[in-house]
Protein backbone atom coordinates (compact mmCIF):
# COMPACT_ATOMS: atom_id res chain seq x y z
CA UNK A 1 0.00 0.00 0.00
CA UNK A 2 1.15 3.57 -0.05
CA UNK A 3 2.33 5.14 2.97
CA UNK A 4 3.02 8.83 4.25
CA UNK A 5 5.10 9.28 7.42
CA UNK A 6 5.25 12.56 9.36
CA UNK A 7 5.48 13.28 12.93
CA UNK A 8 1.85 14.48 14.62
CA UNK A 9 2.98 17.17 16.51
CA UNK A 10 6.09 19.28 17.17
CA UNK A 11 6.67 22.10 19.19
CA UNK A 12 9.05 25.18 18.56
CA UNK A 13 10.06 28.39 20.38
CA UNK A 14 9.50 31.56 18.26
CA UNK A 15 12.43 32.97 16.48
CA UNK A 16 14.02 29.54 16.21
CA UNK A 17 14.21 26.99 13.04
CA UNK A 18 12.08 23.71 13.00
CA UNK A 19 12.45 20.70 10.46
CA UNK A 20 9.57 18.81 9.85
CA UNK A 21 10.35 15.31 7.99
CA UNK A 22 8.25 13.23 5.52
CA UNK A 23 8.79 9.85 4.39
CA UNK A 24 6.92 8.03 2.24
CA UNK A 25 6.27 5.00 0.16
CA UNK A 26 4.43 4.95 -3.19
CA UNK A 27 3.74 3.72 -6.55
CA UNK A 28 5.78 5.36 -8.48
CA UNK A 29 6.92 9.47 -8.25
CA UNK A 30 5.79 12.42 -9.80
CA UNK A 31 6.70 14.80 -6.99
CA UNK A 32 6.30 15.69 -3.50
CA UNK A 33 3.74 18.89 -1.97
CA UNK A 34 3.89 20.56 1.33
CA UNK A 35 1.38 22.73 2.03
CA UNK A 36 0.25 24.83 5.45
CA UNK A 37 -3.08 24.29 7.07
CA UNK A 38 -3.91 27.00 9.91
CA UNK A 39 -7.12 25.15 11.83
CA UNK A 40 -10.50 24.85 10.54
CA UNK A 41 -9.33 26.68 7.10
CA UNK A 42 -8.48 25.22 3.72
CA UNK A 43 -4.70 24.06 2.54
CA UNK A 44 -2.26 26.71 0.87
CA UNK A 45 0.92 24.99 -1.01
CA UNK A 46 4.27 25.60 0.06
CA UNK A 47 6.64 24.08 -1.96
CA UNK A 48 6.95 21.30 -4.37
CA UNK A 49 10.40 19.31 -5.19
CA UNK A 50 10.67 16.48 -7.86
CA UNK A 51 14.35 16.26 -8.02
CA UNK A 52 16.80 15.77 -5.04
CA UNK A 53 17.83 18.62 -3.75
CA UNK A 54 16.72 21.57 -1.39
CA UNK A 55 14.48 24.23 -2.86
CA UNK A 56 14.37 27.79 -1.35
CA UNK A 57 11.84 30.07 -1.00
CA UNK A 58 12.17 32.74 2.01
CA UNK A 59 11.93 31.54 5.56
CA UNK A 60 10.55 28.23 4.52
CA UNK A 61 13.11 25.64 2.64
CA UNK A 62 11.86 21.97 1.55
CA UNK A 63 14.87 19.33 0.83
CA UNK A 64 14.24 16.06 -1.23
CA UNK A 65 16.09 12.59 -1.23
CA UNK A 66 14.16 10.09 -3.55
CA UNK A 67 16.34 7.22 -2.79
CA UNK A 68 15.18 7.25 0.64
CA UNK A 69 12.00 8.28 0.25
CA UNK A 70 12.30 11.54 2.11
CA UNK A 71 11.66 15.17 2.63
CA UNK A 72 11.47 17.81 5.25
CA UNK A 73 10.54 21.29 5.60
CA UNK A 74 12.80 23.72 6.97
CA UNK A 75 11.08 26.75 8.91
CA UNK A 76 13.54 29.59 9.54
CA UNK A 77 12.67 32.56 12.05
CA UNK A 78 9.67 30.84 13.24
CA UNK A 79 6.68 33.71 13.70
CA UNK A 80 3.77 33.29 15.67
CA UNK A 81 1.74 32.76 12.56
CA UNK A 82 3.57 29.89 11.07
CA UNK A 83 2.07 27.64 14.18
CA UNK A 84 -0.34 25.43 11.76
CA UNK A 85 -0.78 22.15 10.51
CA UNK A 86 1.65 20.87 7.70
CA UNK A 87 0.85 18.75 4.98
CA UNK A 88 3.16 16.33 3.04
CA UNK A 89 1.71 14.55 -0.26
CA UNK A 90 2.87 12.77 -2.86
CA UNK A 91 1.99 12.48 -6.20
CA UNK A 92 1.85 9.35 -7.40
CA UNK A 93 2.48 7.01 -11.02
CA UNK A 94 -1.77 8.15 -11.60
CA UNK A 95 -0.35 11.18 -10.94
CA UNK A 96 -2.53 11.39 -7.80
CA UNK A 97 -2.12 12.96 -4.36
CA UNK A 98 -1.15 10.85 -1.22
CA UNK A 99 -1.55 12.82 1.52
CA UNK A 100 0.20 12.58 4.88
CA UNK A 101 -1.93 13.06 8.28
CA UNK A 102 -0.21 16.27 8.85
CA UNK A 103 2.41 17.57 11.24
CA UNK A 104 0.67 20.20 14.04
CA UNK A 105 3.26 22.87 14.72
CA UNK A 106 2.90 24.76 17.99
CA UNK A 107 5.07 27.68 18.16
CA UNK A 108 5.92 28.62 22.16
CA UNK A 109 6.65 32.98 22.53
CA UNK B 1 -10.15 37.99 -7.71
CA UNK B 2 -10.22 34.49 -8.99
CA UNK B 3 -10.48 31.79 -6.34
CA UNK B 4 -13.06 28.75 -5.27
CA UNK B 5 -16.06 29.39 -2.85
CA UNK B 6 -17.63 26.49 -0.55
CA UNK B 7 -21.12 26.93 0.66
CA UNK B 8 -22.08 26.60 3.65
CA UNK B 9 -19.33 26.85 6.02
CA UNK B 10 -21.59 24.71 8.50
CA UNK B 11 -23.85 22.41 7.93
CA UNK B 12 -25.84 20.61 9.90
CA UNK B 13 -28.60 17.80 8.90
CA UNK B 14 -30.42 14.61 10.17
CA UNK B 15 -29.41 11.58 10.16
CA UNK B 16 -31.16 10.11 6.86
CA UNK B 17 -31.29 12.64 4.96
CA UNK B 18 -29.14 13.28 1.70
CA UNK B 19 -27.16 16.76 1.60
CA UNK B 20 -25.70 18.92 -1.34
CA UNK B 21 -22.23 20.86 -0.97
CA UNK B 22 -21.91 23.61 -3.03
CA UNK B 23 -18.18 24.51 -4.57
CA UNK B 24 -17.94 26.62 -7.19
CA UNK B 25 -13.82 27.92 -8.93
CA UNK B 26 -13.44 30.64 -11.44
CA UNK B 27 -9.94 29.71 -11.78
CA UNK B 28 -10.83 28.62 -15.61
CA UNK B 29 -9.18 25.01 -14.20
CA UNK B 30 -10.41 21.91 -15.82
CA UNK B 31 -9.70 19.72 -12.76
CA UNK B 32 -12.38 19.78 -9.53
CA UNK B 33 -11.91 17.48 -6.60
CA UNK B 34 -13.35 16.81 -3.29
CA UNK B 35 -11.77 16.20 -0.25
CA UNK B 36 -12.77 14.45 3.42
CA UNK B 37 -10.59 15.48 5.98
CA UNK B 38 -10.64 13.55 9.59
CA UNK B 39 -9.24 14.55 13.04
CA UNK B 40 -5.31 12.72 12.61
CA UNK B 41 -5.93 11.30 8.90
CA UNK B 42 -4.64 12.89 5.82
CA UNK B 43 -7.01 14.22 3.48
CA UNK B 44 -8.95 11.62 1.68
CA UNK B 45 -10.01 11.77 -2.33
CA UNK B 46 -13.93 10.88 -2.88
CA UNK B 47 -14.63 12.48 -6.16
CA UNK B 48 -12.31 14.01 -8.60
CA UNK B 49 -13.46 15.28 -12.42
CA UNK B 50 -11.13 15.97 -15.30
CA UNK B 51 -13.49 17.59 -17.75
CA UNK B 52 -16.51 18.60 -17.87
CA UNK B 53 -19.00 15.68 -17.29
CA UNK B 54 -16.80 13.05 -16.59
CA UNK B 55 -15.68 12.44 -12.71
CA UNK B 56 -13.75 9.35 -11.57
CA UNK B 57 -14.27 7.52 -8.10
CA UNK B 58 -11.45 8.49 -5.75
CA UNK B 59 -10.81 6.40 -2.46
CA UNK B 60 -13.65 6.72 -0.49
CA UNK B 61 -16.87 7.39 -3.33
CA UNK B 62 -19.52 4.97 -1.39
CA UNK B 63 -22.02 7.28 -0.37
CA UNK B 64 -21.96 10.48 -2.12
CA UNK B 65 -22.35 11.39 -5.75
CA UNK B 66 -21.21 14.28 -8.00
CA UNK B 67 -22.23 15.95 -10.87
CA UNK B 68 -19.98 18.49 -13.29
CA UNK B 69 -22.54 19.89 -15.81
CA UNK B 70 -20.46 23.40 -16.09
CA UNK B 71 -16.61 24.03 -15.82
CA UNK B 72 -17.00 25.91 -12.74
CA UNK B 73 -19.38 23.50 -10.31
CA UNK B 74 -18.62 20.28 -8.82
CA UNK B 75 -21.27 20.05 -6.18
CA UNK B 76 -20.69 16.78 -3.95
CA UNK B 77 -24.21 15.01 -2.29
CA UNK B 78 -23.45 13.27 0.37
CA UNK B 79 -26.64 10.81 0.96
CA UNK B 80 -27.89 8.40 3.75
CA UNK B 81 -25.87 5.79 2.44
CA UNK B 82 -22.50 7.25 4.08
CA UNK B 83 -22.01 5.59 7.04
CA UNK B 84 -19.95 8.19 9.30
CA UNK B 85 -20.68 11.38 7.15
CA UNK B 86 -19.84 13.92 9.54
CA UNK B 87 -16.21 15.28 8.51
CA UNK B 88 -14.67 18.96 7.28
CA UNK B 89 -15.15 18.47 3.43
CA UNK B 90 -12.32 20.35 1.42
CA UNK B 91 -13.24 21.20 -2.55
CA UNK B 92 -9.88 22.02 -4.83
CA UNK B 93 -9.05 23.07 -8.30
CA UNK B 94 -6.05 22.41 -10.69
CA UNK B 95 -4.92 23.86 -14.30
CA UNK B 96 -4.79 19.63 -15.50
CA UNK B 97 -3.88 16.43 -14.16
CA UNK B 98 -1.17 14.34 -15.38
CA UNK B 99 1.44 17.07 -15.88
CA UNK B 100 3.72 16.08 -12.35
CA UNK B 101 3.38 19.92 -10.76
CA UNK B 102 -0.04 20.49 -10.42
CA UNK B 103 -0.72 23.16 -7.97
CA UNK B 104 -4.40 22.67 -6.07
CA UNK B 105 -6.35 24.86 -4.69
CA UNK B 106 -8.72 24.68 -1.97
CA UNK B 107 -11.87 26.01 -0.97
CA UNK B 108 -12.76 27.33 2.53
CA UNK B 109 -14.02 23.67 3.46
CA UNK B 110 -17.88 23.28 4.62
CA UNK B 111 -17.63 21.29 8.30
CA UNK B 112 -21.06 19.02 8.06
CA UNK B 113 -22.45 17.78 11.33
CA UNK B 114 -24.77 14.79 10.55
CA UNK B 115 -27.09 14.93 13.89
Known amino acids: GQNIDQPTEMTATEGAIVQINCTYQTSGFNGLFWYQQHAGEAPTFLSYNVLDGLEEKGRFSSFLSRSKGYSYLLLKELQMKDSASYLC??????????WGAGTKLIIKP | DGGITQSPKYLFRKEGQNVTLSCEQNLNHDAMYWYRQDPGQGLRLIYYSQIVNDFQKGDIAEGYSVSREKKESFPLTVTSAQKNPTAFYLC??????????????FGPGTRLTVL
Open chain 2, 92 to 105: ASSIAEGLGFDEQF
Open chain 1, 89 to 98: AVMDSNYQLI
